[in-house]
């Protein structure tokens, strides 16, 4: 995971803080704050909890540090763990005081408490950490719209489309009224804007604006992230729909990830758990997954080609490799003792590289695996295989 790091070089070789911008004199020192506190209530140490392979922090920190918008990038925590995390990432820290660690310190304070001691600091990025899915291209066109546009506050929305009722007492004799519609011409999903809502990604802001208590004000404005970029992990039971989401919308550093346009998949111990059946009249029977299946088929509609192997010590028969074939859409190939040598040439056909394959099966020992490792999920295989993984 270590490629997926990217820290950027300290001012004067010293500590790892992030890259000054070579800005014109007299320009304002903008810097990325990342709030961390170690005392999360809901998912302990949730800041660097591993999501998809990555801390949650390492999220946003990459997209920050990707960016190129930001004189500093910075961490502010109070927690030992957080800080190296942090420092790994390319962040300076701000180590906290107690007095805005507690349960009941806001944001503002703490952001108040970060200002202070950095007086060079005129325009802060106040990013959410447990926003995985922020991209550069989010941060940059957002600070623009202060730099370039003159706004003094800029925040991240997404737009939703849910009808609000107001809320009423159970047991009152209340009467619940519509807030945003009128029933009786209740509009269509396609007929409606939708509403605007705060998704806590991000908030700019100045310095002034910090000093006298407020994030959003001056000439403020808002910056419109799309739904699947809106991902907001507050509880234990969000984590495993961020971690799908974030697989397939969230920033992944500046090179491009490989992504797999062939699998093979072994038939014994993989689709068929290694078992074979007889029947009565001595045919040869195998069981099949029908979730390795359902994986398959996620595959295919990705166009994801899948090969299916066995070899001679596999209990699939001739015939049953055809009904496989016909079960499964896939070619279904035997392979010997050195599958490298029989797959090569599939390869070469296909114009692919190793690099364009993944591997699923159980032998290990294969030398097909040092070429095409099934380790490494974040690096090498695209979120479906993880999924026919995951089945």
Wanted: hydrophobic share 35%.
């Amino acid at each position: 995971m270590a490629s997926k790091k990217r820290g950027l070089p300290s001012d004067n070789g010293a500590g790892s803080g992030s890259k000054q911008l070579r800005r014109p004199e007299g320009s304002r020192h903008v810097a990325a704050l990342i709030l961390a506190r170690g005392g999360s209530k809901g998912i302990p140490l949730k800041n660097i909890k591993m999501l998809a392979g990555v801390p949650l922090v390492g999220w946003v920190l990459r997209a920050a540090v990707d960016s190129g918008m930001f004189d500093s990038v910075w961490v502010s925590t109070d927690h030992s763990e957080i800080q190296k995390v942090a420092k790994s990432w390319g962040a300076k820290v701000h180590w906290r005081s107690p007095e805005v660690s507690k349960d009941s310190s806001t944001s503002l304070e703490t952001i108040q408490e970060f200002v202070t001691l950095n007086p060079e600091v005129d325009v802060i990025c106040n990013i959410q950490a447990t926003s995985p899915c922020l991209h550069p291209f989010h941060l940059k066109e957002a600070l623009e719209m202060i730099t370039l546009q003159g706004f003094d506050s800029v925040f991240s929305v997404v737009r939703r489309h849910q009808f609000r009722w107001q809320e009423v007492k159970k047991g009152s004799g209340e009467l619940t009224k519509a807030l945003n519609l009128d029933p009786a011409t209740r509009p269509r999903r396609q007929d409606w804007d939708g509403e605007l809502c705060e998704n806590g990604s991000f908030y700019f802001t100045s310095r002034e604006l910090v000093m006298e208590g407020i994030l959003q004000g001056g000439r403020v404005s808002y910056y419109e992230m799309l739904p699947q970029y809106s991902v907001d992990i507050d509880v234990d039971i969000d984590w495993p729909v961020a971690e799908q989401r974030v697989l397939r919308y969230g920033y992944f550093g500046r090179d491009t990830p490989e992504v797999v346009r062939l699998m093979f998949c072994n038939v014994s111990g993989c689709l068929t758990e290694g078992r074979i059946f007889l029947s009565v009249s001595g045919e040869d029977m195998v069981s099949i997954s029908t979730k390795d299946m359902a994986g398959i088929r996620m595959l295919q509609r990705e166009d994801v080609e899948v090969v299916l192997l066995t070899s001679s010590d596999d209990p699939v028969t001739h015939s049953l490799a055809d009904k496989l074939t016909k079960t499964t859409g896939c070619q279904v190939m035997q392979v010997g003792a050195e599958p490298l040598n029989d797959l090569q040439p599939i390869l070469k056909q296909k114009n692919l590289e190793w690099k364009d394959v993944a591997y699923l099966g159980k032998s290990a020992g294969t030398e097909m695996f040092r070429v095409s490792p099934q380790t490494a999920h974040q690096n090498l295989l695209s979120p479906l295989v993880l999924s026919l993984q995951q089945l």
